[in-house]
């Protein structure tokens, strides 16, 4: 038997220049991402967050991933 998988919560969201900015956290953990939808390319974002730096990330997403060496991935919606 496999164990539930930990659920997703939504912390905060907002839509910017057609852009949809959400920032994420895997309840349970310390795990936090900030995934911004660019509907130009119909794909996801994912850039993981430092939890002391989550606001920052989610009002600046591109910033703060080259600020912190992060590198985003591209997630391509499921069809």
Request: proline share 9%.
């Amino acid at each position: 038997m496999t164990s539930p998988r930990p659920r997703m919560r939504e912390l905060a969201e907002r839509t910017s220049d057609g852009l949809r900015v959400r920032l994420l956290w895997r309840h349970g953990s310390d795990d936090l991402w900030v995934e911004v939808w660019e509907p130009e390319f119909d794909v996801t974002i994912v850039i993981p967050v430092l939890s002391d730096r989550a606001l920052d990330a989610f009002h600046h997403p591109y910033a703060y991933a080259a600020l912190h060496g992060v590198a985003p991935r591209a997630e391509p919606l499921a069809a």
